[in-house]
């Protein structure tokens, strides 16, 4: 059986600016909290944050997760002091 929906009247609808804002916040706030996990985990085993290390981890990243996080975000939560 194939069910078929009629096509909508209208076009679909460009995301608005808040919509887009709030994408943008949430990519970034994401990137941090990923930083700030990685950088927890790295105290938890008894070794020191650093942009070295942290960048070491970062490049060891795929690059489709690179791709979804803000390296700046996520280097300031890595290497960063926690907030």
Do not use: N
């Amino acid at each position: 059986m194939i069910l078929l929906w009629p096509a909508p009247d209208t076009a679909p609808t460009a995301p608005t600016s808040d919509q887009i804002k709030a994408s943008a916040r949430a990519r970034l706030d994401a990137s941090l909290k990923e930083g700030r996990t990685t950088r927890q985990v790295m105290l938890e085993s008894g070794k020191t944050p650093s942009d070295e290390l942290c960048q070491i981890l970062w490049d060891r990243k795929p690059h489709s997760e690179q791709q979804e996080l803000r390296y700046a975000m996520w280097m300031h939560g890595c290497a960063g002091s926690p907030q």
